[in-house]
């Protein structure tokens, strides 16, 4: 079930995601949902959201899929858990992770 994502969490988020991009001062996020929950007994958020940045041409790319999990007990730590290449099928997988998680996804041709 989402939850609010808080400015301090959107920073957390935001912040992990563009140390994975090529040109990160370009990222421009789209909807982003997270949830809580606990896995072995320790506290975690999932982000579920998209993403897109500059590439070498100097025009944006197409939104890549992405999914994450903050640990707020380690100083809201940030954990990459997937993030889409822009290939349909690579985006079906991190929408399963999403849906795993219970975050509510759109179909496979719409944005997260």
Do not use: W
Not at 78 to 95: K, T, W, Y
């Amino acid at each position: 079930m989402p939850i609010p994502i808080s400015l301090a969490l959107e920073e957390v988020i935001t912040g992990g995601i563009r140390q994975h991009l090529p040109d990160p001062a370009s990222a421009k996020f789209g909807t982003m949902l997270a949830g809580e929950r606990t896995s072995g007994g320790r506290q975690e958020i999932v982000a579920c959201g998209t993403v897109s940045n500059r590439i070498s041409s100097g025009a944006y790319g197409d939104d890549k899929a992405f999914v994450a999990k903050i640990y707020p007990d380690a100083g809201s730590s940030f954990e990459l858990a997937a993030m889409s290449d822009g290939s349909a099928d690579s985006r079906l997988r991190v929408q399963g992770l999403c849906r795993a998680a219970g975050l509510p996804v759109l179909d496979a041709g719409a944005k997260l």
